[in-house]
């Protein structure tokens, strides 16, 4: 039985705890559980151990733990997928007890899918894809690898979306919409018509507004 790593010690990660609680206590899938971080200090809402992943390297092979991505930002948890797998380790999807995700539906590995959400028949969902609570994904939709679509988003059929995208809170995406890589849909935005890489998309019907040059979500 292996250990559980959660790549960020934030918010985020704290949710993912909770959502691997909820896992284990239907399936005794790992020993323990633990907290990876390089660049914050310790929380001091958490309760699990927390180690930089130097020192998971130096404790842990392959055969010994697993993976998580914490992290809210595309990009970062590209990068840190890429990390991760580059040293060897496997990373493991996390599906909440609640959903059901039919036959002929495909999981990523690392993708992370939070309670209540529904999907549908014929989807795929890509590596390390981040799936926020209560949303809807239509069938035969395609979420590209490491993309984040936030609470309430509701995919219609056949929707595509590139790797690294972020859909904010309650975006609705009509059917047959194509939305690229690197895309920023912003927060209750309507998505009638498709979206074109690396944009920043807003509005009621979303249009492009600037590029993502920067390539993140979250700017400080």
Not at 18 to 37: G, M, P, Y
Not at 138 to 144: A, K, L, M, W
Request: with cysteine.
């Amino acid at each position: 039985m292996k250990i559980l790593a959660i790549y960020g010690h934030g918010g985020l990660g704290r949710e993912v705890s909770e959502l691997a609680r909820c896992i284990q206590e239907k399936e005794s899938r790992w020993q323990r559980t633990i907290f990876v971080d390089d660049l914050t200090q310790p929380n001091s809402l958490v309760d699990l151990d927390l180690l930089t992943f130097e020192e998971v390297q130096r404790k842990y092979s392959s055969d010994e733990i697993e993976f998580s991505i914490a992290v809210g930002e595309p990009a970062v948890r590209a990068d840190l997928f890429e990390r991760v797998s580059q040293r060897g380790y496997p990373l493991v999807a996390l599906i909440h007890p609640s959903v059901t995700v039919p036959r002929d539906t495909s999981i990523g590995a690392g993708a992370i899918i939070c309670q209540g959400c529904f999907i549908s028949c014929g989807v795929v969902v890509g590596r390390n894809v981040l799936l926020q609570p209560n949303l809807s994904v239509g069938h035969d939709c395609n979420i590209g690898d490491h993309s984040v679509l936030s609470t309430f988003v509701s995919l219609a059929g056949a929707c595509r979306v590139g790797a690294r995208s972020y859909l904010g809170m309650s975006v609705p995406v009509k059917e047959n919409t194509t939305i690229g890589d690197d895309v920023i849909v912003g927060m209750g935005s309507v998505v009638v018509r498709s979206i074109d890489s690396g944009v920043v998309a807003l509005g009621n019907p979303a249009r492009p507004m600037s590029v993502n040059d920067k390539k993140r979500v979250f700017q400080r």
